[in-house]
């Protein structure tokens, strides 16, 4: 029997044959791969084929499986290629082209944008992303029943998340576009918490690739426009990204100022009263990205605390242990502690390879250029040997592979 072309009915097959349940998959894709995020209801969305397993997790399926990688990766080839939408959303310079609206009930709109959200949680964006501009090209078609008020809120709020995962997998093209698109839309609504939350995370991703006073200007003018009606955790974020890239630019005292007020905002926050799109600032990020403030003002005493307490307690996903695994990695180099930095630095790499986050890969990659500069050190050369070793599995379109490391090509 020739085995199926499609990945869901593939992994469907070798299950059933192998007399597995799909918890015992999951369990068994987790031991391998040393996480424990996937689930069984995980196992499920990729039979069904409302998700499509990323190169991360075909790679472990092959091991769990002994099936050959190539079979694995051209079954979810197929299965991309039978799901791609008509006329979707396009990266790179062309239109927003969105298809044909299959109309539902509202309920069912923000089912999907909640279930996008914790996607964006747990799965690369190089890997989300079509999926996240198929979803929003779907909501875009004009609506005329009486409930377009709840429409254009989900509306808004997708084309604010497609955006974040376009900048997050390093197309800025795409992201400028679908932050329009939401700006257009929170603007018709008159939500001034979204518009800034919109225009401030793009100014972030910006100020995290380079510093620039123009990343800042635009945090500050989105702050100072949502401030008098954002929530209170909403101004907490708004100030902490002031915050961040002030640091950025080497402005100490207005990030200080900013995280102060920061502080002041979060301790005074109601979560019933916060959008959905909040859902993830918490105690644990609060200190994250405080320590983050630090590490890029290049204070180590402060940072190392900050972030090490974050990684360790509160900041779950992958993406998150990453990023701020570089920046710990980045104020250890700092403080002269090699030892940490290049630990700090495996395991930032291991869970950039784990979320596939072209912008996590490029922030690793800022700390492996910092790393290199001490490459006759011992400790250093041995964590350049697994960069080697593992720069094959990291997102191949925004990540040079060359001797300069993880050196971004956007």
């Given at each position: 029997m020739s085995l199926p072309e499609s990945i869901g009915p593939l992994i469907t097959w070798v299950r059933q044959a192998r007399g597995q349940s799909q918890l015992r998959v999951a369990e068994l894709l987790?031991?391998?791969?040393?996480?424990?995020?996937?689930?069984?209801?995980?196992?499920?969305?990729?039979?069904?084929?409302?998700?499509i397993p990323a190169g991360f997790w075909l790679c472990w399926l092959a091991v769990v499986f002994d099936l050959p990688l190539p079979v694995l990766e051209a079954a979810a080839a197929h299965a991309r290629?039978?799901?791609?939408?008509?006329?979707?959303?396009?990266?790179?310079?062309g239109p927003i082209r969105p298809a044909t609206r299959l109309v539902g009930p509202i309920e069912d709109d923000r089912d999907r944008l909640a279930t996008l959200r914790r996607m964006d949680d747990l799965v690369g964006s190089?890997?989300?992303?079509?999926?996240?501009?198929?979803?929003?090209a779907r909501l875009a078609q004009p609506v005329t029943t009486t409930s377009a008020r709840g429409s254009l809120d989900t509306l808004a709020a997708t084309a604010q998340l497609a955006s974040w995962i376009a900048a997050d997998a390093g197309d800025p093209a795409t992201a400028r576009r679908a932050a329009r698109l939401a700006?257009?839309?929170?603007?018709?609504?008159?939500?001034?918490?979204?518009?800034a939350y919109t225009v401030g995370g793009l100014a972030e991703v910006a100020a995290e690739r380079r510093p620039h006073s123009r990343a800042l200007s635009v945090a500050s003018a989105a702050a100072?426009?949502?401030?008098?009606?954002?929530?209170?955790?909403?101004?907490?974020?708004?100030?902490?990204?002031?915050?961040?890239?002030?640091?950025r630019t080497g402005q100490r005292r207005q990030c200080e100022q900013a995280l102060t007020d920061a502080d002041r905002a979060f301790a005074r926050r109601v979560p019933d009263r916060d959008p959905p799109?909040?859902?993830?600032?918490?105690?644990?990020?609060?200190?994250?990205?405080?320590?983050?403030?630090?590490a890029a003002l290049g204070q180590p005493r402060l940072a190392r605390p900050l972030l090490a307490e974050a990684i360790r307690d509160g900041v779950p996903t992958p993406r998150g242990q990453a990023l701020l695994?570089?920046?710990?990695?980045?104020?250890?180099?700092a403080a002269g502690d090699l030892d940490a930095a290049c630990a700090a630095a495996g395991r930032a790499l291991l869970a950039a390879i784990r979320v596939g986050s072209p912008r996590a890969c490029h922030r690793v990659g800022r700390l492996d250029a910092a790393l290199r500069r001490r490459r006759g050190t011992p400790v250093v050369r041995d964590y350049l040997d697994r960069v080697a070793a593992a720069i094959r599995y990291l997102?191949?379109?925004?990540?040079?592979?060359?001797?300069?490391g993880l050196a971004s090509t956007s």
């Open positions: 987790c031991s391998a791969a040393g996480t424990p995020t996937l689930t069984r209801h995980e196992i499920s969305r990729w039979e069904r084929e409302e998700r290629q039978r799901r791609a939408p008509g006329g979707p959303l396009t990266t790179g310079d190089a890997d989300l992303l079509d999926r996240a501009l198929s979803e929003l700006l257009r839309t929170a603007h018709t609504l008159g939500d001034r918490q979204l518009i100072e426009q949502a401030l008098g009606t954002a929530s209170a955790t909403g101004r907490a974020l708004l100030l902490h990204r002031v915050a961040f890239t002030a640091a799109w909040l859902y993830w600032l918490d105690d644990a990020h609060m200190t994250a990205l405080t320590g983050r403030c630090y695994g570089a920046w710990l990695g980045l104020a250890h180099l997102p191949g379109r925004t990540v040079e592979r060359s001797d300069h």
